[in-house]
């Protein structure tokens, strides 16, 4: 079965700092996409960042960037300049191949950056 | 391109009264998923729906159904309401379904029930 785990429940920056919130997960299946999802306080998920299991390099946009490693089975993700506006809740999230859109989710982790 | 809107955004009930919610998906979008996001349970999986069928159900009662409309519009439906069904629904759109390679999930803001 699917499995994602985050392990920081909270975390805290300094604004313009790098971050780095952790996400391992578990499946059996050669081929899935892994995703990074920001939940403000007002509730929408906000879409960071994709990586597919098959992709060669790690994925970035803006200052989001995703640390894949395969063989460890994590997916980090990392903020670049943190800004105040990135204090959020910050889900790792699987989907398998194929046979359904199915999300599995992390319980997430708190980010606060301190001015 | 306008964004996945979700009908109501808060919603107040009392148990059992039954309650529906509303989703479009991003034009063009296809596919719909319904998530629950509790404080305790997280997020769960609730339903997904394609071309009017539901593809997918994740581990709830019968008291929550769904649909899809022929426009990819969708509802989902909570009958008989439980204090622990006060939570945050959130509803996602993808292009198309269960394809090779995995397609981004764009949510909506979410509806707010809270049930007294």
Redesign the interface.
Known sequence: AQKITQTQPGMFVQEKEAVTLDCTYDTSDPSYGLFWYKQPSSGEMIFLIYQGSYDQQNATEGRYSLNFQKARKSANLVISASQLGDSAMYFCAMREQGGSEKLVFGKGTKLTVNP | KAGVTQTPRYLIKTRGQQVTLSCSPISGHR?V?W?QQTPGQ??Q?LF?Y?SETQ??K?NFPGRFSGRQFSNSRSEMNVSTLELGDSA?Y?C?S?PS??????????????T?LLVL
Not at chain 2, 97 to 110: A, L, N, R, S
């Open positions: 596919s998923s998530y997280g997020l999986f997904e394609f593809r997918n994740g945050l959130l996602a993808s379904y269960g394809g090779g390679q995995p397609e981004t999930q764009y949510f909506g803001p979410g707010r």
